[in-house]
Each structure stands twice: as C-alpha cells, then as structure tokens.
C-alpha cells in the first residue's frame, strides 16, 4: 500500500501516508515516513492537518488496526458479523 500510495504522487496518497507514518503497524511507520518525506519534497501539497497528525503518538504503541482489532489474527475476517442498517 504504502509503494502504491507513493506512486500515485497526489495529495491524497501524501495524506494516507502521513497518517500510516504514525498510526500504521510499527513495521510500515518507518517506511510511509519516508515515502511522505520524498512526495512533499517533490512539491505534492500537504493537507492542513498533516502537522497535527505527526506529532499524534500511536495508542498503547500499537496501530490503530491491532487497537481496534484486538490480538486476533487482521487477516481471519471480521471479529463480528456486519451490522444491518435500517
């Protein structure tokens, strides 16, 4: 995701990761980092926000997938069946 994202050069992928760079699983953190430092140098404008998100620290040190998820396996499928709308 994160090549994909750096290949499309545009303002919304440089969102996407920014917020992985701090959010995401600590493997990719790294990676989207740069990958966001090399599309804002290439001139790709960064959303208003994208400071803030910086300086958010990830909750319990972990992405917000294994937050929410819990310490199931992410890749198994949902934990609960979809919920129906009215």
Request: hydrophobic share 45%; with cysteine; glycine share 10%.
């Amino acid at each position: 995701m994160i090549g994909h994202a750096e290949t499309l050069a545009s303002v919304e992928a440089l969102a996407v990761l920014r917020v992985c760079s701090v959010l995401g699983p600590g493997t990719s953190r790294a990676a989207a980092g740069d990958s966001a430092a090399r599309l804002a140098a290439a001139g790709v404008a960064d959303r208003p926000w994208a400071g803030r998100v910086e300086q958010m620290p990830s909750p319990f040190g972990r992405s917000i997938l294994e937050v929410t998820a819990g310490p199931r396996d992410l890749t198994s499928g949902p934990a609960a069946p979809p919920r129906s709308t009215p």
